[in-house]
T-cell receptor, first 114, second 110 residues
Framework: EAQVTQNPRYLITVTGKKLTVTCSQNMNHEYMSWYRQDPGLGLRQIYYSMNVEVTDKGDVPEGYKVSRKEKRNFPLILESPSPNQTSLYFC?????????????FGPGTRLTVT | GDSVTQMEGPVTLSEEAFLTINCTYTATGYPSLFWYVQYPGEGLQLLLKATKADDKGSNKGFEATYRKETTSFHLEKGSVQVSDSAVYFCALILYNDMRFGAGTRLTVKP
């Protein structure tokens, strides 16, 4: 089954404690991205990757890091989480960059930073 | 920059009512347009899409027509069901950039 998986689904942590949210897709997609979803703001892109070892900032990259060492994986790293990073996070992938291609989303990771 | 504006919710309807969720966009070129749906506790799923002007996307009784002259992509359904309760996002892709609206929460009551 074609899918994007994320782990963990729920995470409660404290300020400053490094964490990683994993993302994996089994569709051989080149393009992967991370979004955060906040009430009234829709989805905002954090980082994206057009291929292995190629990553770039989205609209809200501050406080986040990513890496793309393998095509299927695109982890999101919070080196020193802060309460304003409490949000719902989605990983997504699609076939190739460009218009018209469906983007597939993971189930989401709800992060709470206290 | 490119952006999507959709009607604010929440929207509450009775079963079998007609649904319209307005969506307009601003773009420097000719984007592809999408509606995504998010059911409680789940990620976003593609509902329908249109890639050029006057295209009509449709799925599960939902429809939306790409109107270049009004830069709109309004979502409609003739008769909603309780199972349609979800958050609906309008989105565009232009070149490599995907933009989402803020989302509209729909609740359908029996």
């Amino acid at each position: 089954e074609a899918q994007v998986t994320q782990n963990p689904r729920y995470l409660i942590t404290v300020t400053g404690k490094k964490l990683t949210v994993t993302c994996s897709q089994n569709m051989n997609h080149e393009y992967m991205s991370w979004y955060r979803q906040d009430p009234g703001l829709g989805l905002r892109q954090i980082y994206y990757s057009m291929n292995v070892e190629v990553t770039d900032k989205g609209d809200v990259p501050e406080g986040y890091k990513v890496s793309r060492k393998e095509k299927r994986n695109f982890p999101l790293i919070l080196e020193s989480p802060s309460p304003n990073q409490t949000s719902l996070y989605f990983c997504a992938s699609r076939d190739v960059p460009g218009s018209g291609y469906e983007q597939y989303f993971g189930p989401g990771t709800r992060l709470t930073v206290t | 920059g490119d952006s999507v504006t959709q009607m604010e919710g929440p929207v509450t309807l009775s079963e079998e009512a007609f649904l319209t969720i307005n969506c307009t966009y601003t773009a420097t070129g000719y984007p592809s347009l999408f509606w995504y749906v998010q059911y409680p506790g789940e990620g976003l799923q593609l509902l329908l899409k249109a890639t050029k002007a006057d295209d009509k996307g449709s799925n599960k009784g939902f429809e939306a027509t790409y109107r270049k002259e009004t830069t709109s992509f309004h979502l409609e359904k003739g008769s909603v069901q309780v199972s349609d309760s979800a958050v609906y996002f309008c989105a565009l892709i232009l070149y490599n950039d995907m933009r989402f609206g803020a989302g509209t929460r729909l609740t359908v009551k029996p």
